[in-house]
């Protein structure tokens, strides 16, 4: 079955800094996708990146970027350049035919 | 942009209640997923509808049901609400491409019941 797995339940960083959230991912589906998403305080859920198993390039978009270890079944979020407006839960899900999420991590930015 | 929209943001019923939480997308989406949100357990998934009048069990069903009796519109259906139903619960949709489905989520309804 898959799984999906955030490690870090809170992450702080400083205004302005880069800052990686983790996740791994355990399948045994050849062809897959990995999602990020960030939910803040509103409570939408913002689709942020996406990366497929079979992309050859790392996933980015601005900001965000997917630091994809196929090998490793990892799939961190790279945040660059932090902002206060970054603060929220992110999500990392997981898909074959339907998403497999995990439980989220808290990232709070700092002035 | 694409909306979808869930029709209250905060609700509280009574136990024994029966509640509908509806949800409206307007960009033609085949499928349409709800979930509830819970501390600690993440999102989990109720029930979805890849067409019209079609519906498939998530892994939590019991306790629930739906309706898609159009294509923009899924509602989820709380037959006798129980106090462990309080929960935020996330209305999706998404647009089969083959690859990655990326769900496009509404706001969210916080139901209380007391």
């Known amino acids: 079955a898959q799984k999906i797995t955030q490690t870090q339940p809170g992450m702080f960083v400083q205004e302005k800094e880069a800052v990686t959230l983790d996740c791994t991912y355990d399948t045994s589906d050849q062809s897959y996708g990995l999602f990020w998403y960030k939910q803040p305080s509103s409570g939408e859920m913002i689709f942020l990146i996406y990366q497929g198993s079979y992309d050859e390039q790392n996933a980015t978009e601005g900001r965000y970027s997917l630091n994809f270890q196929k090998a490793r079944k990892s799939a961190n979020l790279v945040i660059s350049a932090s902002q206060l407006g970054d603060s929220a839960m992110y999500f990392c899900a997981g898909n074959n035919r339907k998403l497999i999420w995990g439980l989220g991590t808290s990232l709070a930015v700092n002035p | 942009d694409v909306k979808v929209t869930q029709s209250s943001r905060y609700l509280v019923k009574r136990t024994g209640e029966k509640v509908f939480l509806e949800c409206v997308q307007d960009m033609d989406h085949e499928n349409m997923f709800w ?10 998934l109720i029930y979805f509808s890849y067409d ?3 519906k498939e069990k998530g892994d939590i069903p019991e306790g629930y049901s739906v309706s898609r ?3 923009e519109r899924f509602s989820l259906i709380l037959e006798s609400a129980s106090t462990n139903q309080t929960s935020m619960y996330l209305c999706a949709s998404s647009l089969t491409t083959g690859g990655g489905e990326k769900l496009f989520f509404g706001s969210g309804t916080q139901l209380s019941v007391l």
């Open chain 2, 35 to 44: 979930y509830r949100q819970d501390p600690g357990l993440g999102l989990r």
């Open chain 2, 52 to 54: 019209v009048k079609m």
């Open chain 2, 69 to 71: 009796e159009k294509k």
